[in-house]
């Protein structure tokens, strides 16, 4: 899948509204800090870090991968502690795609990059809807990750949804080398990109509900306090603001509704695939014992059914098989022989459309 970048339409492929909403959240500018204030941040932050020089501290984690790993394709990772690149990604408004991974394990990390945030279908992806932190969990920088990110199991790649420099919750997690695979990010992302829009877009219908309900305030009389505090509920009247909040709050719990009954309509049919899967192993198993015991079967049959006389013997007779296929079978047998041996013979031929009793 692709998004829509925010330069228009890329190609014919199929656009998720990424860009569109990217577009429609309203840059604000920055103001520039003065001298002391650079200063006195630097400082703070230098000594909060402090002065390792781990190459896999989160401010060379691009720089580890480039020793490591020098032939390895790799999108942009944000330089600084976890909380720096949080309010990056709260001022440009995306996505956060956060990495923790276990240095010591250097041929699984290698793997599980070159599937998910290393992956050469998706470093453009990445770099253009995205921000991407990374770190090690075994340096003072992942230490700090782990605290915020409150991951259960290493390695761990979440996409978290920011604003206001805080992350409001986990779009998607994933954890552990067997979870994290390239499908399951690729569904990742996909996911992650309808709840970042459906966010955005209840938060500013909320906040243009709440910009009304101000301005008619603002604007309606003032009336007279009511002399009878104790007045009946049934005579309030309900404002139009009042009523257009409560829509929008039944459309919000609607879309909600409609979101979780799709997930658990995915997740049944997903119960669905497997119970199938299982019945139709355990029919194949079946079926592979009941030939079993019906071919042990017929080796005893056949044991009890006496060898077929000669043509110049006097005591023998023909006699001819027609079954329902069409098929005929002749075959000698001695005149004294009992019935029981003629089904004997019969079913030692082993025909799938005759069956014996």
Do not use: W
Not at 111 to 140: P, Q, W
Not at 209 to 224: D, G, H, M, Y
Not at 271 to 283: A, P, S, V
Request: proline share 5%.
């Amino acid at each position: 899948f692709f998004f829509q970048a925010e330069d228009g339409i890329r190609d014919v492929e199929r656009s998720r509204g990424l860009g569109d909403v990217y577009k429609r959240q309203p840059q604000e500018e920055k103001p520039e800090d003065n001298f002391f204030e650079v200063t006195f941040r630097f400082l703070g932050r230098l000594f909060q870090r402090g002065f390792s020089s781990d190459p896999t501290e989160n401010d060379d984690f691009d720089d580890y991968l480039e020793q490591k790993y020098p032939d390895l394709k790799r999108p942009c990772f944000r330089k600084g502690l976890i909380q720096d690149v949080i309010e990056i990604a709260s001022e440009k408004k995306r996505p956060l795609i956060c990495y923790v991974q276990d240095s010591k394990d250097e041929e699984s990390s290698l793997k599980l990059l070159e599937r998910t945030i290393c992956n050469e279908g998706l470093i453009e992806l990445i770099d253009d809807y995205f921000i991407l932190y990374a770190a090690d969990s075994n340096t003072e920088e992942g230490k700090r990750a782990i605290k915020v990110l409150k991951p259960s199991q290493i390695p761990h790649l979440s996409i978290q949804l920011i604003h206001k420099a805080k992350i409001v919750k986990p779009l998607s997690v994933l954890e552990g080398q067997a979870n994290i695979t390239k499908d399951n990010f690729l569904d990742a992302l996909e996911d992650s990109s309808g709840n970042y829009q459906r966010f955005f877009e209840d938060l500013e219908n909320a906040e243009n509900a709440e910009n009304e309900r101000l301005r008619r305030e603002a604007q309606a009389p003032i009336s007279a306090p009511n002399p009878n505090p104790n007045h009946n509920e049934e005579n309030k009247v309900i404002r139009p603001e009042d009523e257009k909040i409560n829509q929008d709050r039944q459309i919000r719990a609607q879309v909600e509704q409609d979101y979780n009954e799709a997930k658990q309509r995915d997740e049944e049919n997903k119960r669905q695939k497997i119970r199938e899967e299982e019945e139709k192993k355990k029919k194949a198993q079946e079926q592979a014992i009941a030939e079993e015991e019906n071919s042990k079967k017929i080796k005893v049959i056949k044991n009890t059914i006496p060898e077929e006389p000669s043509e110049t013997d006097p005591l023998s007779c023909e006699i001819a098989f027609r079954f329902p296929s069409g098929k005929r079978v002749i075959r000698r047998f001695i005149n004294t022989t009992t019935i029981q041996i003629v089904y004997n013979y019969i079913e030692s031929l082993d025909i799938e459309e005759i069956r014996y009793k």
